[in-house]
């Protein structure tokens, strides 16, 4: 083992839910009953899998996503982090984050996650307008959302929650009265997310048949605007694009995803990016609940993809993911972390067109794309690797 060995991450995806939101394109499945036995083994059995063929790092995060992992057993929550403590050296300051959903059934396990070694809770909130709440087909109303937002304040040292804005109809006024009421209950670190039309949900069904409108990108880009300047005004600026933090207070295990570090992803459809030999490996697994238990009982593993990325993807990854955070991506990481030089791959003129532009900026430290041009970063991203 290195001196030194690098910091990992672990997502373990809990796929199950009370109820499919109608926006939602997650990994997420509504099952009459779930067999919690043969979940917990599997996901030990795939986590045991994972770890054989990763030991040389040290284990910085363990995130349960989901799905909703605040339905999964508290006792399930133990077993995976017991296990994952005993399988790679661990930090001391290891981040154990849960998403939970605001019902009374999950804040009531809260104290059992906490005893498990949860040290922080992320919850889907997403409103706290009642109409709104209906609109988003949440099982929560916004008497408990708060309820719950107390819970996780007064049990975990690190709690976040997660708004979704950009709606139908909404105007800067009303975002402005519900952000700043939010802004009342959150701790160090606030989610918020704009509504996006994803394909195959009820959603994009009832959208396409004239059911709603959206907000045009005028008004999205003025809603996104305001969210910045509140945010910072009241000391948690963005720190990536729908991430906003007091400093020191960022979701690591996030930030490891969008630094390009290592992380092993366990459950249904998890993604993992692994450093192995010098080579960056992409890992998946299958994606349905029932094939990957199945394939986890036959196997010890679902694993469906464990394969070598070739560079030029990879430097694509990894510029789609750190563009993404506001400090931009620190050249010297990049090189640490991937082994490769970034402006060895970036088109120069490019650069140099979009940095006049106002969409990038570039301090000779890390390369960043400015607030305007966060706002239009898929099409960045396209013309900037050589
Ligand atoms: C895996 S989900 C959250 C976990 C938890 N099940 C919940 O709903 O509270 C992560 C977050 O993504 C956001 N999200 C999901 N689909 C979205 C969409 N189509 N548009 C905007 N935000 C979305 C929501 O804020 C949600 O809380
Ligand atoms: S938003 Fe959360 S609760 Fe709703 S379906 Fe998606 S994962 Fe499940």
């Known amino acids: 083992m290195p001196a030194h060995p690098s910091p990992l991450a672990l997502y373990i995806h809990w796929p199950f839910c009370k109820s499919k939101c109608p926006y939602c394109d997650f990994n997420s499945h509504v099952r009459e009953r779930v067999d919690q036995e043969r979940w917990r083994k599997a996901l030990i059995s795939e986590l045991e899998y994972m770890a054989a063929r990763k030991q040389d790092a040290r284990l910085a995060s363990i995130f349960f996503g989901g799905g909703t992992p605040s339905l999964m057993p508290p006792a399930t929550a133990q077993a995976l982090i017991d296990r994952a403590q005993t399988l790679w050296p661990v930090a001391d300051d290891l981040e154990i984050t849960l998403e939970a959903n605001p019902t009374s059934v999950e804040t009531g396990t809260f104290a059992d996650f906490k005893q498990a070694g949860v040290n922080r809770v992320s919850l889907g909130v997403q409103s706290l307008d009642e109409t709104q709440l209906k609109f988003l087909g949440r ?29 139908p109809q909404q105007t800067l006024k009303e975002w402005e009265a519900e952000l700043t009421q939010a802004l009342r209950h959150a701790g160090d670190h606030l989610s918020l997310y704009q509504l996006t039309i994803e394909e195959n949900t009820a959603f994009a069904h009832a959208y396409a048949k004239g059911g709603f409108t959206m907000p045009d990108e005028a008004q999205a880009e003025a809603l996104y605007r305001l969210t910045e300047d509140i945010m910072a005004a009241q000391g948690l600026p963005s720190y990536e694009v729908s991430n906003y933090a007091r400093p020191g207070q960022e979701s690591r295990h996030n930030l490891a995803y969008w630094q390009g570090m290592d992380y092993i992803g366990v459950g249904p459809g998890a993604h993992g990016r692994l450093t192995q030999s ?9 994606k349905s609940p029932e094939r990957w238990l ?36 620190d050249y010297a990481r990049f090189k640490a972390t991937s082994g490769h030089e970034l402006r060895d791959y970036l088109d120069a003129q490019k650069c140099a067109f979009y940095i006049s532009k106002g969409l990038l900026a570039d301090n000779k430290l890390a390369l960043q794309a400015t607030l305007t041009g966060r706002l239009v970063l898929n099409s960045l991203l396209a013309g900037l690797l050589r």
């Open 139 to 167: 099982e929560h109303s916004s008497r408990e959302a708060l309820h719950a937002i107390e819970q996780a304040r007064t049990q975990f040292a690190r709690y976040s929650f997660d708004l979704i804005y950009a709606r």
């Open 278 to 286: 010098g080579k960056r490996i992409a890992t998946s697994t299958l």
């Open 294 to 329: 199945e394939n986890v009982e036959k196997n010890g593993h679902a694993v469906e993809l464990w394969e070598a990325v070739d560079v030029q993807q990879e430097i694509a990854e990894r510029l789609m993911m750190g563009l993404r955070l506001t400090d931009g991506i």
